[in-house]
């Protein structure tokens, strides 16, 4: 942020769009840092404010997944196109939403942002705030019109990210956005059983007053408490005990219960507690 030593060294003949070996240029690495001022003597020089780092990323970029709110602002009054995406066809909004910062999100919709834009593997900005447990950002795209049931190539939807990643608060925000409780992925898994399998209780239970049903089984007739047992997930097991789950009910093939599946993987005392469930 030392202003003087820039223009000093600008005025000295140093190219103002020289990059480092991660092809980082003075714009970048000052957006980055958050010093508007040096920002605007570098654009004034001729610093090229579309210039891509070797991930494919612009300084807007980069300063929108760190929450450089000034930066941005810089660049945007440059007329800068929020659409562009990185190598990982990411976009500034997507890179700003996985990281929760809700005021740039709102700022970049502001300016043009698209919040129903995907990767290329169907990923959506609201995807990446769901996984990253950021609840305001996810209700801010929600208010802003982003899809609460869009899908990506493996059928995993805003929900099915929060509930695989453990955070009951987005959950919570996508159930009253309209999310469905028992929507399953391209495998034939329901988010129920996807909370199941990470060992997730407050996910499960969130998702069950949400309307997911606690015995929904998968194509081989497994049921969440079947995986939170055979995982081992000790408060998984209870929270859907708690909430009705049938401990006698049986897979498809064999009588494989959820006790059985605990009963091979020797965990004693979710046997115990099936046990007694089962009494």
């Known amino acids: 942020g030392h202003v ?10 140093a190219n103002v769009n020289r ?9 970048m690495w000052a957006a980055l840092g958050g010093h508007p001022v040096v920002m605007e003597v570098l654009l004034e020089a001729g610093a090229r404010a579309g210039e891509k780092d070797a991930q494919g990323r612009t300084p807007l970029m980069q300063a929108a997944a760190e929450g450089k709110l000034e930066s941005v602002k810089v660049l945007l009054k440059r007329k800068i196109d929020v659409r562009e995406r990185d190598l990982a066809s990411r976009t500034a909004l997507m890179l700003a939403a996985s990281k929760g910062h809700t005021d740039m999100v709102n700022l970049l919709l502001d300016h043009g942002a698209e919040a129903n834009v995907w990767t290329n593997d169907g990923r959506t900005a609201l995807m990446f705030a769901a996984e990253g447990n950021h609840a305001e950002t996810a209700r801010a795209l929600i208010r802003r019109g982003s899809r609460v049931r869009a899908a990506d190539k493996d059928g995993w939807t805003p929900l099915i990210w929060a509930a695989a990643k453990g955070n009951p608060e987005v959950v919570r925000v996508l159930l009253e956005a309209g999310a469905r409780p028992n929507k399953r992925d391209r495998s034939g898994l329901p988010v129920l059983i996807r909370a199941a399998i990470n060992g997730h209780p407050e996910v499960v239970n969130a998702l069950i007053e949400g309307g997911a049903k606690v015995d929904i089984r998968d194509q081989d007739g497994f049921t969440p408490l079947m995986y939170a047992a055979y995982e081992g997930h000790l408060d998984t097991v209870k ?10 009910a049986m897979a498809k093939e064999g009588a494989v219960t959820a006790r059985v599946l605990a009963d091979q993987k020797d965990f004693k005392e979710i046997s115990k507690l099936l046990l007694e469930a089962e009494k």
Do not use: F, Y
Not at 19 to 27: F, K, M, N, P, V
Not at 241 to 246: E, H, I, M, P, S
């Open 239 to 248: 929270a859907l005990l708690n909430k009705g789950a049938d401990p006698s």
């Open 4 to 13: 003087r030593v820039v223009k000093q060294l600008l005025e000295n003949g």
């Open 19 to 27: 990059t480092d070996t991660g092809q980082w240029s003075a714009l």
